[in-house]
């Protein structure tokens, strides 16, 4: 039976049909290289590892610098150095707009009070909050921001309340705010379950991801939540300027450090269960959800010390727990060289750390040394033992009247502020292209320098693993294996009677003993051509590897994803350096002719292969099967396909999109084969291929790129068919 295999575009469904081999003399046949190779057992986490060997790099060197810091002078200059890092990473923050607040309900309790309201940090996207105030005195009260973890109750959860609600009882005034995708901001929220479809961290990477590709983040927008929060602290009475805290555990404890390194009007801040040492972090549980990656932070040389040292020597309190998710070695060692900076300083006893023997959790010790450090440095002496209150129930603490923004007054939320990205940056682009030649040519330039690709080669081995002769063909099975280790498994198709040319086909080959999944290898091999099929990292027997991380959906692992962002270093790019060594070692050893050599994907390894194409690969020919058609489909979709996003790169737009990189293929043929089941996608995203159809047209080569639909498993292997009798 045939088998289909379905992708999703915006609302649009297309499939690909490809037909079971048809050939009896391959009833099973194994396809697999690495299951001989024991000692590669681990190759399932070469991309990881990869990315985890650059990250290693760069942060040794951060230590080397660190080590020859001494005087005050010389951290003076490094907290410049990272101030100015960190504008690099996040870029502008948007401009400051009125906060327009509404206080939406008061309540009054036995020794505080309670003002539920919402602001808008930027025009449209409104911030749910609520300002506890303690009974007694109204005026220039020492404040603490407050934020949440990952709660979808936010800061209505039980322990959530116990803090604040003890701060409150202690004499502060206590502002706490829903981040994105908590509490009354859920933004994929679905009115028939009464819930989001995601969880906290999913609807945090998810919208994040698509910030990644427009060369924003969700930390950018996160931490200009918690400024505006500063912003409207100012304009209370009750608060005093000079005496402004912030805490959080956990997604609060990335919020509150986040927000106090960026923000100078915050004099006392104390992070819970959150900060450690990115070499750790990438140890153990690797990079978490998009708004705790700062784009390229890691090859700008920052890690998490860097968010304590900026703010020196403002007091700073790291709460920890020695089982924490976050390493506790990571966070000794961070402390450890957070002190060095805080001596230079004069005011050693301004950087503290609580440590206790906990989970990734709240403990009394940890809330009573936090409670005292805030008494201490913010001026508000008192007891600071933990005490019984009475929590709120969820729905009383609600600001709007149906719990949800989305549901009442309405707000901009994650994908919104994407939606306006994408807008500039689309007009930006198509400005470029209004100048063809020069945009062409700049952008190999481009590509290179936003994809993270490096040209320099690294010397490789080739290994032959066995052949397998059918009546008309044989199966080779290789080994690539490169310097430091990582290799490169990969197939040849090779005809007994060759009819001229050879094709790179790119595919997740899943299934090793599936002849079904190499039907269109076989096909073309029995008519004469060489097919070469590598396994790239992350796919086949190269992926997807052990680090699921906490924003794993549909088999993608956004956080493995993040780690080439936190480098500068894409999956695509790595996918490029392997496809040019592979070439390489296939001309040298296997006499490969690559006169005539094809490029063929299917899936979202079209972004791959367009990538090789520009970077000098020199396919004389490309056939994109069921491709992904632009990262702007990624963009601007709300339920876009998270299987994709492993192919896109951060920061692209507004520089360039996958139609670009088809421009430059041009006089060279180019086919682009889809599936449709009835619907159409004419609309917008295929009319982005018009102006690479007119640079065709413009070198008299109209007819050398084509779009073809099909709608059966024929039509499919027809187009192949009709590809390769063309050439």
């Not at 057992?41 to 070469?46: G, P, R, T, V």
């Not at 005490?387 to 969820?394: H, Q």
């Not at 009383?396 to 009442?408: C, F, K």
């Not at 599936?514 to 269109?520: G, K, L, P, Q, V």
Request: proline content about 4%.
């Amino acid at each position: 039976m045939p088998k289909k295999i379905i992708c999703q575009f915006t609302n649009i469904r297309i499939f690909l049909v490809f037909i079971i081999c048809p050939f009896s003399s391959f009833s099973q046949t194994d396809y697999s290289v690495l299951d001989y190779w024991n000692y590669y057992s681990d190759a399932e986490n070469q991309l990881y590892k990869q990315q985890s060997e650059i990250s290693f790099e760069t942060l040794a060197q951060r230590k080397e610098s660190i080590s020859k810091l001494q005087t005050k002078t010389d951290w003076e200059l490094r907290q410049q150095l990272v101030k100015e890092k960190l504008q690099e990473s996040l870029g502008n923050f948007p401009a400051k707009t009125p906060l327009n607040p509404v206080i939406t309900k008061r309540i009054k309790k036995d020794g505080y009070s309670i003002e539920k309201l919402y602001y808008e940090s930027m025009p449209g996207v409104k911030v749910t909050a609520a300002f506890f105030i303690p009974q007694g005195k109204r005026k220039n009260l020492p404040t603490i921001i407050y934020c949440s973890g990952h709660s979808d109750l936010a800061f209505r959860s039980d322990v959530y309340q116990h803090v604040i609600l003890n701060l409150v009882k202690k004499g502060f005034a206590v502002l706490a705010f829903d981040p994105y995708g908590q509490g009354e901001r859920l933004q994929y929220f679905d009115q028939n379950q009464g819930k989001s479809r995601f969880s906290p961290t999913r609807e945090h990477s998810y919208p994040g991801a698509q910030l990644f590709v427009n060369g924003e983040s969700t930390a950018k927008y996160m931490i200009w939540d918690g400024i505006r929060a500063v912003d409207y602290l100012l304009t209370r009475k009750e608060v005093d300027p000079n005496r402004i805290g912030i805490t959080g555990r956990s997604g609060g404890g990335t919020q509150s450090s986040h927000i106090a390194a960026f923000d100078e009007r915050i004099k006392a801040s104390a992070p819970e269960c959150y900060i450690t040492a990115m070499e750790y972090q990438l140890k153990s549980g690797g990079p978490q959800d998009a708004e705790q990656n700062f784009p390229r932070g890691i090859q700008l040389g920052l890690d998490h010390a860097d968010l304590l040292e900026v703010r020196a020597p403002k007091p700073t309190l790291m709460i920890t727990t020695t089982r924490d998710m976050f390493s506790i070695q990571g966070a000794r060692d961070t402390y450890q060289e957070t002190g060095l900076a805080y001596k230079a300083f004069g005011k050693e006893e301004n950087m503290m750390m609580v440590e206790d023997n906990a989970g990734h959790q709240s403990t009394l010790k940890n809330r009573e040394a936090m409670y005292a450090f805030f008494q201490k440095h913010l001026d508000n002496p008192g007891d600071s033992k933990d005490e019984e209150v009475v929590i709120f129930p969820v729905e009383e603490l609600y600001v709007t009247e149906t719990g949800q923004l989305s549901t009442s007054v309405g707000s901009k939320f994650l994908f919104d502020v994407n939606s306006d990205l994408t807008k500039k940056n689309m007009e930006v682009l198509k400005g470029s292209r209004q100048n063809m030649d020069q945009h062409l040519i700049d952008l190999k330039q481009k590509v290179q320098a936003i994809s993270g690709y490096s040209e320099n080669a690294k010397k490789a081995k080739l290994i032959f693993s066995g052949q397998t002769e059918f009546e008309t063909f044989f199966l080779n099975k290789y080994l690539i294996v490169e310097e430091g280790d990582n290799i490169i498994p990969f197939v040849t198709f090779v005809p007994k009677q060759s009819m001229g040319g050879s094709a790179l086909y790119l595919d997740n080959m899943e299934n090793k003993e599936s002849d079904e999944a190499y039907a269109i290898p076989i096909q073309m091999v029995k008519k004469g051509i060489t097919v070469i099929i590598p396994d790239m990292p992350g796919y086949g027997e190269l992926g997807p590897g052990y680090l699921k991380g906490d924003a794993y959906f549909e088999n993608t692992s956004y956080n493995q994803w993040f780690a080439g962002i936190l480098n500068g270093k894409s999956t695509v790019a790595l996918h490029v350096e392997a496809i040019v060594t592979l070439l390489e070692v296939c001309k040298a050893d296997l006499n490969l002719d690559d006169k005539k050599f094809m490029g063929i994907s299917k899936g979202g390894f079209n972004s791959s292969l367009l990538h090789a194409a520009v970077s000098g690969v020199n396919f004389s020919s490309m056939l994109l099967l069921d491709p992904m058609l632009s990262f702007e489909t990624i963009v601007s979709n709300k339920d876009y396909d998270p299987a994709l996003i492993p192919f896109t790169v951060a920061g692209a737009l507004p520089h360039y999109d996958l139609p670009d990189l088809s421009a430059t293929f041009a006089p060279r043929k180019l086919m682009l084969v889809l599936g449709t089941d009835g619907e159409t996608q004419d609309s917008g995203y295929l009319q982005s291929y018009d102006f690479v159809k007119e640079h065709y047209k413009s070198m008299n080569k109209a007819n050398s790129i084509s779009v073809e639909k099909i709608n059966s498993e024929e039509g499919a292997m027809e187009a192949v068919d009709k590809f390769i009798s063309d050439l």
